[in-house]
């Protein structure tokens, strides 16, 4: 059954009982004025046609047709007379009257009859005439010898009426009385709307204000309080919401104060972690760039010795030397590409490029080192073509490769490249090492952290490795599983997608070309506050046969220019005092020298903000400690190609 | 108790009516001389019976000889085996003459109140005839005594309208040479059946101008008495008739016998058996009279009989006392 609303129920349990009671109300007294108009309506007939009997008495007992005549001409007179007729003792008709197509012919009798005929709606009435007797009340009649004769009777009137008037009268009033019943019906309607209205206003009001409480509004109900008349039915119950609203509304307030306090300490609580990290990043960073000055001096002053004759023994010496400083800057290196990374100031350059120079590159690279350990590195060659950033997949496979020989003991490191059914290739770095527990498998890829090296050997890498290839992949988008198991080995993929070769492209990777060493008799002009590392690098700079003129700071560099100096390359600190800094300086002495001098910065700092300077700039930015393998092929590059317009962002290293 | 108490009462009662007072006292029906036999406990028949116990009882006759009785108690006493045996029966009425006639009484039987048609019905049906065993005192007025007051009261008619009925055609032959002798011209009609009353009595008024009525219950009744005095009183013809009753419901004028009338012709009869004589061999026709009047019929008829004059003219005429 179709659910009413509580409006219509109102309405109808107010109306079914008025129209119910109208109605029956209403036939009840029709039905019993019907029959009083009928029962009056028959004896009226009936006391015409006994008057008219007893008037035609003596016309029928003398005779008299005439006066008869008269009398049934009279009776037509009266009201819904159709036909009247007098019969005389023998049936025979003495006079009659009225249309003669309704007449009856009835049988004497001497007993009243009467009668319908439904089809024409006429009552007829038959009435016999017998004489009108006068006690006498003398010896001669009530002699008691002689039977009592019956009176003779003198005949006999009918009348025929018609129905048509009464049933006239009997519709009028069915349509008088329907229209009182719709009136008044119309009029219960229109008082049970309107008293219904009294009801379920206030229902409504309470149903929106229960609705909005529930929405949390609860001054709603102060709102309503106003204009809740005195007479409202519902005021109690409004009055018992007020109440629980106001209850609500308390809990609510006190909830929300218990929030709120809660949350405030939270937000300290965060605050002061976040100071705390912050301040451990800023002492990282303070650390980091204080020991770059020293780590960026000792690694030049160590090539500059090496470059220098010596026994074999002191040559052992500095090649040990050379290693652990090489270790030294690895770390700085890797401290700086996650800062990098998490300063998202690596730009990602995708384009399609081929794996085979990017493996070639990797067994290059990294086949001495697995030599060092007696390993056997495999790379399979391929000729798959991949859509990603060549230089920053090429760090992952690096990272990938050096951590498993890294962590493999004996057997070899197998890196293939596979193309796969949905267009994707996958690269995977295979090792026979020690494997990760699965317990361990989620945490390899934090920061710092290493399986079973508790001691931090330093020869067993940092530990920002996975750190920084997953970084990396989740940069690029590339999904990266790693599948391992402990004493068998690991197993990393790498999904990329692929794209169609081009066997005319140029080589994409940075790549240190054999370039004629022509650096000799080159003039360098070096800024540099900090006095350790400035005679470093120049002395670096002279032992690779290059001109140099060196400042401490700004005003020395400009006083070079006026002393006559025209620098070939600039190479500066871009820390430096005198409200300069390395490239608000470069760009001074370039704007000096009219000339668009080929120039890089050093720095120390570790500063997403630097990086991005520089970038726009335009300037190759080299992080301290800069190794001189580095510094020498840049310098070459810079002199060169006049003026080189790389994209530095790519240069990880 | 009740019998030691009537007892008393009748000792004081003779007490008081001084001596020789037993002859006074109302004999029981067995050793009464005259038993009054009513038709019914109506007036007229209580005043009858009381007339006619005065009149004997001032004539010398002791009261105890004089009993009273009703038809019904009668019936029962004739059924008990022990009938009364009374010097004379007086009949008041058709019922109490019928029942004496059957009865066969060996006491003669005076019967009174009864008009003629129910007495010689009642002598038809027992195969009687009028004898000193049974006689009657008809209530019917000699036909001579109506024609005289239809001849006083309306002088100028000529023409005397009667309507025969079966019970009172026997009368036509006289009522015709009285109406000769008197010079008034007889219109007559004789109605067999109810029916052509109105058709006989139209044909009847139209050639009279005064309507005897002669009592026949065929003819004149309760049910027809109403429009034979419409159809006169139309067609303003005097009707004169038998019966004070007949006044009373609109005839002009009416010549009958009163209770107490009949009642002292009766008691004369008696007295003449009681002293020997027998009963007549025929029946008596009444020797008093009265007349009555309608005068609001008669001021509407233009006429103005005076009933006591009239009553006296023809006393005179009949040699009355």
């Known amino acids: 059954m179709k659910m009413l609303n509580i409006r219509t129920r109102l309405l109808l349990a107010a109306l079914l009982p008025l129209i119910l009671i109208s109605s029956l109300l209403g036939a009840v007294f029709l039905l019993a004025r019907f029959g009083d108009m009928q029962a009056a309506y028959d004896q009226r007939n009936r006391a015409v046609v006994r008057q008219a009997a007893v008037a035609s008495e003596y016309g029928l007992f003398s005779g008299n047709r005439l006066q008869l005549q008269a009398l049934v001409t009279g009776a037509m007179q009266e009201m819904d007379v159709r036909w009247v007729a007098i019969l005389n003792g023998r049936g025979e008709v003495l006079a009659s009257a009225g249309q003669s197509d309704q007449a009856f012919s009835l049988p004497m009798s001497t007993l009243e009859m009467q009668g319908f005929a439904s089809d024409r709606r006429l009552d007829w009435l038959s009435q016999p005439v017998l004489p009108s007797t006068i006690q006498l009340d003398d010896l001669f009649e009530s002699n008691g010898v002689e039977a009592t004769q019956h009176p003779p009777q003198l005949g006999q009137v009918v009348m025929v009426f018609s129905r048509q008037s009464i049933d006239k009268r009997k519709h009028d009033m069915l349509l008088s009385g329907g229209a009182i019943g719709a009136l008044s019906l119309l009029f219960g309607m229109v008082l049970a709307v309107v008293l219904s209205r009294g009801v379920i206003r206030p229902i409504t009001r309470i149903t929106q204000l229960v609705e909005r409480i529930g929405r949390g509004d609860f001054a709603a109900v102060d709102k309503l309080r106003d204009q809740v008349a005195a007479n409202d039915p519902l005021q109690e119950l409004q009055s018992h919401i007020h109440l629980m609203a106001n209850r609500l509304s308390q809990a609510h307030g006190e909830l929300e104060q218990q929030v709120d306090l809660a949350t405030h300490a939270l937000r300290e609580k965060k605050e002061e972690a976040e100071q705390a990290n912050l301040a451990k990043s800023r002492f990282l960073a303070a650390a980091s760039h204080d020991l770059r000055q020293p780590t960026h001096a000792l690694g030049m002053f160590v090539s500059r010795l090496a470059q220098l004759p010596h026994d074999r023994q002191t040559g052992e010496l500095i090649h040990n030397l050379d290693a652990s400083v090489r270790a030294m800057q690895n770390l700085l290196d890797g401290l700086l590409d996650i800062s990098r990374l998490e300063a998202r100031a690596v730009q990602v350059n995708r384009r399609p490029f081929a794996l085979a120079a990017l493996f070639d590159q990797l067994q290059q690279d990294l086949s001495a080192q697995a030599a060092e350990k007696g390993l056997r590195l495999r790379v399979r060659s391929t000729q798959l073509w991949v859509m990603s950033d060549a230089t920053l997949i090429y760090r992952v496979l690096l990272n990938l490769v050096g951590n498993a020989l890294r962590y493999t003991d004996q057997g070899g490191v197998l890196v293939v490249a596979r193309q796969r059914s949905s267009g994707q290739v996958e690269l995977q770095v295979w090792d026979s090492g020690i494997g990760i527990a699965p317990e361990h498998q989620q945490a390899v890829f934090t920061e710092f952290y290493q399986v079973g090296n508790a001691a931090r050997d330093r020869t067993k890498g940092l530990g920002l490795g996975l750190n920084i290839v997953q970084r990396t992949v989740k940069l690029l988008d590339h999904p990266l599983v790693m599948v391992s198991r402990p004493g068998k080995g690991t197993r990393f993929t790498l999904s990329l997608p692929g794209a169609v070769g081009k066997h005319e492209s140029v080589e994409e990777l940075p790549k240190e070309k054999p370039v004629p060493d022509d650096l000799r008799g080159r003039c360098a002009l070096v800024v540099e506050d900090d006095a350790l590392a400035r005679s470093a690098l120049v002395g670096l700079l002279v032992s690779w046969g290059m001109r140099v003129a060196q400042a401490r700071g700004p005003a020395d560099a400009l006083a070079c220019l006026t002393q006559g100096v025209v620098p070939d390359v600039i190479v500066s600190d871009y820390r430096l005092q005198e409200g300069y800094n390395g490239l608000q300086l470069v760009q001074r002495l370039q704007q000096q020298l009219d000339h668009a001098t080929p120039a890089c910065l050093m720095s120390g700092d570790t500063d997403p903000g630097v990086i991005q300077a520089a970038q726009t700039a335009g300037l190759t930015l080299l992080h301290k400690p800069v190794r001189p393998a580095k510094l020498r092929s840049l310098l070459r590059h810079l002199l060169m190609e006049q003026p080189p317009q790389r994209a530095t962002g790519a240069d990880l290293s | ?321």
């Open chain 2, 1 to 321: 108790m009740a019998i030691v108490l009537r007892s008393v009462l009748l000792a004081l009662a003779c007490a008081l009516l001084g001596g020789g007072a037993w002859a006074q006292v109302p004999a029981p029906d067995g050793v009464a001389r005259v038993l009054i036999v009513s038709s019914d406990t109506a007036v007229v028949y209580t005043q009858t019976a009381e007339a006619l116990t005065d009149y004997l009882v001032h004539q010398g006759i002791p009261r105890s000889d004089i009993a009273q009785s009703l038809v019904s108690e009668m019936t029962m006493r004739l059924k008990s085996g022990q009938p009364p045996r009374p010097g004379i029966f007086v009949a008041l009425g058709s019922e109490a003459t019928q029942l004496l006639a059957a009865a066969g009484t060996q006491a003669p039987v005076l019967s009174a109140l009864i008009p003629r048609s129910s007495f010689e019905h009642i002598l038809r049906s027992h195969g009687k005839v009028v004898s000193a065993r049974l006689s009657a005192i008809y209530l019917d007025q000699p036909l001579a005594r109506q024609l005289a007051l239809v001849h006083l009261a309306f002088p100028q008619a000529k023409r005397l309208g009667v309507l025969w009925g079966a019970e009172s055609s026997d009368r036509a032959a006289g009522l015709r040479a009285l109406v000769v002798a008197s010079g008034l011209e007889l219109q007559e009609t004789r109605v067999t059946q109810p029916q052509d009353l109105p058709l006989a009595l139209a044909q009847v008024l139209g050639g009279s101008d005064v309507l005897l009525a002669l009592a026949d219950p065929a003819i004149f009744n309760s049910a027809t008495i109403q429009n034979i005095l419409m159809s006169s009183f139309r067609a303003r013809i005097p009707l004169v008739a038998f019966s004070p009753a007949y006044v009373r419901a609109g005839a002009v004028l009416a010549v009958y016998t009163t209770p107490v009338q009949a009642a002292h012709q009766a008691a004369e009869v008696t007295l003449g058996v009681l002293r020997g004589k027998p009963l007549p061999e025929q029946a008596l026709e009444p020797n008093d009279f009265e007349v009555g009047v309608n005068a609001q019929v008669a001021r509407a008829l233009d006429v103005s009989p005076d009933a006591q004059a009239l009553r006296s003219i023809l006393r005179r005429l009949e040699r009355l006392p």
